[in-house]
């Protein structure tokens, strides 16, 4: 199992794929593991007590045994890859969940989806 942590995320959202290549780039030093949702066994599920929808409906970030999503997640990425730290506190508000709330349920609509699975490689 990966020691680094693994942001996972909808591997055939348009928004979502775009966000993991950039922090890809930005990612200099691999401190993270990309992991699209729908590769995700029923191990992951069951131990984090997630169904598929809603692993696929935001993105989650997990750290050791515990996991963050939505916008704590991105907020705990933005910690982890600088320069973005000092946007960290303004990600962890009630106004940003709600935003990237009613992002992700449009996101399909607003950005369109992949045909295919997006994987990672390195």
């Not at 794929?17 to 593991?33: G, I, N, P, S």
């Not at 963050?68 to 907020?75: E, P």
């Not at 000092?86 to 935003?99: D, G, K």
């Amino acid at each position: 199992m990966s020691k680094k942590p693994r942001l996972i995320f909808d591997g055939i959202c348009n928004l979502c794929t775009t966000a993991v290549r950039v922090l890809y780039v930005l990612d200099r030093e691999r401190r993270l593991e990309y992991v699209p949702s729908q590769l995700l066994g029923a191990r992951t599920h069951r131990r984090f007590g997630l169904s598929e929808a809603r692993l696929q409906g935001q993105m989650h970030l997990i750290q050791g045994n515990s996991i963050v999503n939505g916008s704590a997640a991105i907020a705990a990425l933005c910690e982890l890859l600088t320069p973005f730290h000092l946007m960290s506190q303004l990600l962890r508000t009630p106004q940003a969940e709600r935003l990237y709330g009613w992002v992700a349920g449009r996101r399909y609509r607003l950005f369109g989806c992949r045909g295919t699975c997006y994987v990672v490689r390195e």
